[in-house]
């Protein structure tokens, strides 16, 4: 019988050659999918992927914005995190009283 570190490694090799061959089939699945989208008309919005995969989160303030960033996004400036764009505005040094609605 084959021993533990013998096992591993044939494990280890075979979730290479596993690795290689989804790798080998990606493209050509890929290609058949945008094939088969093209013919029928789909788009990733009709897929569900309108955000481009990455995941959005719905805002759970019910409060009113009070403040409107400089690409028209919007905060209420309640407690909790700063949004992206708020940190940058006060780490650069300017006030958010320019950006109040």
Do not use: C, H
């Not at 075979?14 to 290609?31: C, G, P, T, Y």
């Not at 088969?36 to 019910?62: E, H, N, P, R, Y």
């Not at 905060?75 to 909790?80: C, E, H, R, T, V």
Request: avoid cysteine; charged fraction near 25%; hydrophobic fraction near 40%.
């Amino acid at each position: 019988m084959a021993s533990y570190s013998e096992l591993m490694a044939q494990a280890q090799k075979l979730m290479a050659q596993a690795e290689q061959a989804r790798k080998d089939e990606l493209s050509s699945v890929i290609a058949d999918i945008k094939a088969k989208m093209k013919q029928f008309g789909i788009t990733a919005a009709d897929l569900g992927s309108s955000t481009g995969g990455k995941k959005v989160g719905k805002s759970k303030s019910s409060a009113a914005a009070k403040y409107r960033g400089p690409n028209g996004e919007l905060w209420a400036g309640g407690p909790g995190r700063k949004p992206e764009w708020v940190r940058t505005v006060l780490a650069s040094g300017d006030s958010l009283d320019s950006y109040l609605i």
